[in-house]
């Protein structure tokens, strides 16, 4: 009788470790913004988010907080200091949408080598990191996500296509 209480307890521990683990490697959406903004996320890559995750993602399009600790794509030979949180949480939307169409230029989780925007059509490389740009960008998908069209469709619609921006 006593094996019996134990194996419970054994399985109980074992499942609320699990569930931890699995919350920390795959944090909820206020959680995982409100660990940027403490500085306090301390993953390498972006987490795990679904679709189902994008509405609670753009309540923070437009926030302009600056972050410091935040994952970065390690291709990329531009080392970004500080960013701003909306701007990141559009990248994190972007990282949802290129793993959900399975983007040929994801890197890992990263949809695109930096959470900055550039010039789609300058002749060189033309990085942006202006109040408009972000405006736009939140706008663009703010607008891309309400849309009319499927999800399947919707998903293969890029944002920003309408606009004069890219991500880097």
Request: hydrophobic share 40%.
């Amino acid at each position: 009788m006593k094996i019996r209480p134990i194996t419970l307890i054994l399985i109980l521990i074992s499942f609320s470790i699990s569930c931890e683990k699995q919350y920390l490697d795959n944090p909820e959406v206020d959680h995982y913004v409100e660990q940027l903004k403490a500085g306090q996320y301390n993953s390498y890559d972006l987490p795990e988010f679904q679709a189902s995750d994008i509405p609670a993602l753009l309540k923070y399009r437009n926030d302009t907080t600056s972050i410091t600790n935040f994952p970065r794509n390690g291709i990329s030979s531009l080392w970004m200091m500080k960013c701003k949180l909306g701007m990141y949480v559009l990248w994190t939307i972007e990282s949802v949408r290129a793993v959900e169409i399975n983007s040929e230029y994801l890197i890992g989780r990263f949809p695109s080598q930096n959470p900055v925007l550039a010039l789609r059509d300058a002749p060189q490389l033309e990085l942006v990191f202006d109040n408009e740009s972000h405006s736009i960008a939140a706008k663009a998908y703010n607008t891309w996500w309400h849309s009319i069209y499927t999800f399947r469709d919707k998903m293969k619609i890029d944002p920003l296509e309408e606009t004069k921006y890219r991500w880097h």
